[in-house]
C-alpha cells in the first residue's frame, strides 16, 4: 500500500521567455513557484508570471463550487479592496497580484471573476475596462474610482477608499439586519400562533360553545366565523399570500415598480426615516469620494445615482445632474429636490464657495452615518410599544372571544342557583 503516501506534486502554469525572447508558456510540477522559477532558469527559460494551474477539480471542489453558489458578497470585495491595495502599496504588478488573489479567494465565483479580470488585462484591456466587464460584481462607483486611480497613478489610494466604503456599508447592512432580526421574529411568532390557534383551538372551544344553546358574544362569533374561514380555506389562504408575494416582488422588479416601491418605503413609519437617512448618507460619500478623486460633478452625480440603492433618489440625482449641465449650482439643484435640510444646503453652499466641496460632503456623510447608527441601535426600543400594543389587543381579543361564553355561564349558573 506504498501508494497511499505518494503525494501529487502541485501544478504550476507559467508563461516566460526564452533566450531569443520569445514568449513561452506550459505546466510544471513542483513543491512551490521558487521551484518553478529554479527550474525555469535551467532551461534558459525567464519566468514572467507563475500561478497554481487551474487543473480538473476532485468531487468534493466541485461540491464546494457548487454550495458557494455564483453569490459575491460585499465582504468578497472588501477583501478584494484591502489586497488590492497592500499589493500595489508594496510595489506588486497587476497581474501578478491579481493572479495571488484569485488563488488565495475562499469564494469560487469571486475567483473566476478575478481569472477573468487577468485574462482581460493580459489580451491588452486596462483594469477599468477589464473590470467594466463585470457590472453584477462592481458597482459603476467601483470602477469610477479605480478609473481616476488609473488615471492619476495613485490606484492604491482608490482601493483604500472604496475599502473604507464598503467596510461602512457592511456596517450598516449588519445594524440593520441585527435590529431587524427581534421585530421580525415577533411577527412571525404572532403570525404562527394566529394560525396554530385558528385551525386548532378555537375549534375545541366553538364545539363547547354549540353546546350552550344560548346566544354568543360579538367578539365569540367574530372568532369563530373568522376559525371557520381559516379551517376551510386555509390551503387557498396559504396560496393567495404566496401569490401575492410573488406578484409583489416580480412587480417591484419592473422600473416603475422599482421607483414607486423605493418611494413609498421611505414613508414607512419609522424605518422609512433610517432608509432615508441612510441613502443620503451613500450619496454625500460617494460624492465625497468621486470629487476628491477628480471625478467632474457631472460624471459623480451619473455615478452616485445608481449608488445609492434608491430608484427614486437616485432620480433625484439624476435632476441635480441636469441642472448643472443647465448652468445651475449644486445647491439651488439639491434645493429644488426637496431632499436636504437647510442646514445640509448650507454646508454645499459653503462648500461650493470656499471649492472644499469633497471636504464638506464628507462631513454631511458622517452626518448622516451617525445619525443611521444612533436611530438602528434604538430601532428595537422604538418598534416594541408597536408590537406590545399589537400583542396585547390581539391576547384581549382572543380573551373576550374564549372566555366571555364561560364567563356569562357561570353568571347564569350563579343566578339560576
Sequence with gaps: ??????????????????????????????????????????????????????????????????????????????????????????GVPILQALRGLRDSSANPALAKVIDGIAEGLDSGLDLTTALGRYPKVFPALFVSLVQVGETTGSLDEAFLQLAAYLEQEMESRRLV???????????????????????????????????????????????????????????FILAGLAAAVAAFI????????????DKHKLRIPIVGSILFRAALGRYSRGLAMTLKAGV???????????????????????????????????????????LFPPIVLQMISVG???????????????????????????????IEPVLIIAVGGLVLMLALGVFLPMWNLANVMGVGG
Excluded: C
Design 1 to 90: 500500500m506504498a501508494w497511499r503516501n505518494r503525494s501529487k506534486l502541485p501544478a504550476f502554469q507559467y508563461k516566460g521567455r526564452d533566450q531569443r525572447g520569445q514568449m513561452v508558456s506550459g505546466h510544471l510540477d513542483a513543491v512551490s513557484t521558487d521551484a518553478v522559477a529554479t527550474q525555469l532558469f535551467n532551461r534558459g527559460i525567464t519566468p514572467v508570471d507563475i500561478a497554481t494551474a487551474r487543473v480538473s477539480d476532485d468531487v468534493f471542489a466541485g461540491l464546494r463550487r457548487r454550495a458557494g453558489g455564483g453569490r459575491i458578497a460585499l465582504t468578497d470585495l472588501v477583501f478584494f479592496s484591502r489586497q488590492m491595495y497592500t499589493l500595489q502599496r508594496a
Design 177 to 235: 439586519k441585527s435590529a431587524l432580526r427581534y421585530p421580525t421574529f415577533v411577527i412571525v411568532a404572532i403570525t404562527a400562533a394566529l394560525f396554530i390557534i385558528n385551525l386548532f383551538v378555537i375549534p375545541a372551544f366553538a364545539d363547547v360553545y354549540s353546546g350552550f344553546n344560548a346566544e354568543l358574544p360579538w367578539a365569540t362569533r367574530a372568532i369563530v366565523a373568522m376559525s371557520d374561514f381559516t379551517v376551510a380555506y386555509w390551503p
Design 250 to 261: 416580480a412587480y417591484i422588479r419592473t422600473p416603475a415598480g422599482r421607483y414607486r416601491w
Design 296 to 338: 467632474p460633478v457631472v460624471q459623480s452625480l451619473t455615478v452616485i445615482s445608481r449608488a445609492v440603492a434608491n430608484d427614486y433618489i437616485g432620480q433625484q440625482v439624476l435632476a441635480m445632474r441636469d441642472g448643472i449641465e443647465r448652468g445651475e449650482s449644486l445647491t439651488r439643484t439639491g434645493a429644488a429636490t426637496g
Design 352 to 382: 461650493e464657495e470656499t471649492g472644499s466641496l469633497d471636504g464638506l460632503m464628507a462631513e454631511v456623510a458622517g452626518y448622516y452615518e451617525r445619525e443611521v447608527d444612533y436611530a438602528l441601535k434604538n430601532l428595537s426600543a422604538s
